[in-house]
Nanobody
Framework: QVQLVESGGGLVQAGGSLRLSCAASGRTFSTNAMGWFRQAPGKEREFVATISASGGSTLYGGSVEGRFTISRSNAKNTVYLQMNNVKPEDTAVYYC?????????????????WGQGTQVTVSS
C-alpha cells in the first residue's frame, strides 16, 4: 500500500512562510502525480496544487497561485508545498495525495491515496 505522511504544519503569522513536506512510501512514487488539498472547518476540501510525476508540470488553485509552490524530489520520495505570503484564510488541514497517473488535476477522485493531514494556522 501507499503511505503518505505530511509534516511541517504549524502556526505562522500572516505574510510569513511555511514549507510542508509529504513523505511517500513505495517504489512507484516517480510515476505518480502528487497533489495538495486543504480543508478548513466547516468547508469542503479544496484543491491547492498538483505536480506531474516528472515534476515538469504544475497546477494551482486560484486562491494560492503566485504564493504557493509545489515541488518534488523523486529521489527522496517527497513532495513539498512552499507556502509564501500566507493569509489567515489559508488556515486549514493540509493533505498530501497521490494519483495513480503521471498527471492529475484538481479532482480529488484522481487521487486514491491520502495522508493524514497537517494543520496550518495563520494568525493575523
Amino acid at each position: 500500500q501507499v503511505q503518505l505522511v505530511e509534516s511541517g504544519g504549524g502556526l505562522v503569522q500572516a505574510g510569513g512562510s511555511l514549507r510542508l513536506s509529504c513523505a511517500a512510501s513505495g517504489r512507484t512514487f516517480s510515476t505518480n502525480a502528487m497533489g495538495w488539498f486543504r480543508q478548513a472547518p466547516g468547508k469542503e476540501r479544496e484543491f491547492v496544487a498538483t505536480i506531474s510525476a516528472s515534476g515538469g508540470s504544475t497546477l494551482y488553485g486560484g486562491s494560492v497561485e503566485g504564493r504557493f509552490t509545489i515541488s518534488r524530489s523523486n529521489a527522496k520520495n517527497t513532495v513539498y508545498l512552499q507556502m509564501n505570503n500566507v493569509k489567515p484564510e489559508d488556515t486549514a488541514v493540509y493533505y498530501c495525495a497521490a494519483s495513480s497517473r503521471f498527471w492529475a488535476r484538481r479532482d480529488d477522485d484522481d487521487y486514491p491515496y491520502w495522508g493524514q493531514g497537517t494543520q496550518v494556522t495563520v494568525s493575523s
